[in-house]
């Protein structure tokens, strides 16, 4: 399907002959604008695909046995509870803060990666909506390619690499 392309910069149309059936240009805007939303909405639509139909069952038969042998009881998990960590005022990363998530609840708090943290350390950041903080690096390498600013728009990790590189990563 075709968008309607053309600028509007009359001030009035008419839809026949009749005076009562003129129209304001911000009304052909507002209907040109919504027959190209609807377009769009038209070109994202999902297609039919032959030999299928929404209640098909397209998982075979093998496969389903497969998965159902699984032992999934046998696999081997950490409970992952986690534990917050509200933060109001600027402080260093301690070793007991392992696991847990830092909510930054007030601005422009610094948080200080100390340069003794063990290589098993990681932990969470983010922030209460509005608020904000960031990460201040000692003499560690690192490598954060998304910054170390903490908002409330984005969780980041912590961690260590093998090499004892120190990691920030959304």
Same mark, same amino acid.
Do not use: H, W
């Given at each position: 399907m075709?968008?309607? =392309?053309? @600028?509007?910069?009359?001030?009035?149309?008419?839809l026949?002959?009749?005076p009562?059936?003129?129209?304001?240009?911000?009304? !052909?805007?507002?209907?040109?604008?919504?027959i190209n939303? %609807?377009?769009? #909405? $038209?070109? /994202? /639509?999902?297609?039919? #695909?032959?030999?299928?139909? %929404?209640?098909? #069952?397209?998982? +075979?038969k093998?496969l /389903?046995?497969?998965?159902?042998? *699984?032992?999934? =009881?046998?696999? =081997?998990?950490?409970?992952?509870? %986690?534990?917050?960590?509200? &933060?109001? @005022?600027?402080?260093?990363?301690k070793?007991s803060?392992?696991?847990k998530?830092l909510?930054?609840?007030?601005s422009? $708090?610094?948080?200080? &990666?100390?340069?003794? *943290?063990?290589?098993?350390f990681n932990?969470? !950041?983010?922030?209460?909506?509005?608020?904000?903080?960031r990460? @201040?690096?000692?003499?560690?390498?690192?490598?954060?390619?998304?910054?170390?600013?903490?908002?409330?728009?984005? +969780?980041?990790?912590?961690? !260590?690499?093998?090499?004892?590189? %120190?990691?920030?990563?959304?």
């Amino acid at each position: 399907m075709k968008k309607i =392309e053309i @600028e509007d910069k009359r001030d009035t149309r008419q839809l026949t002959g009749d005076p009562k059936d003129q129209f304001s240009a911000s009304d !052909f805007n507002i209907i040109k604008s919504t027959i190209n939303n %609807l377009i769009d #909405e $038209v070109a /994202k /639509k999902q297609s039919k #695909e032959e030999g299928k139909s %929404l209640s098909a #069952e397209n998982f +075979t038969k093998e496969l /389903k046995e497969k998965i159902e042998k *699984l032992n999934f =009881e046998s696999i =081997e998990s950490e409970s992952r509870d %986690l534990e917050y960590l509200y &933060v109001s @005022e600027s402080r260093s990363l301690k070793e007991s803060d392992k696991g847990k998530v830092l909510v930054i609840q007030n601005s422009a $708090v610094v948080i200080t &990666v100390p340069n003794e *943290l063990s290589k098993k350390f990681n932990c969470y !950041f983010t922030a209460i909506k509005n608020f904000n903080g960031r990460l @201040e690096i000692g003499s560690k390498e690192f490598d954060a390619p998304n910054g170390l600013e903490i908002t409330d728009k984005l +969780t980041k990790s912590l961690g !260590f690499l093998p090499d004892g590189k %120190l990691i920030i990563r959304p």
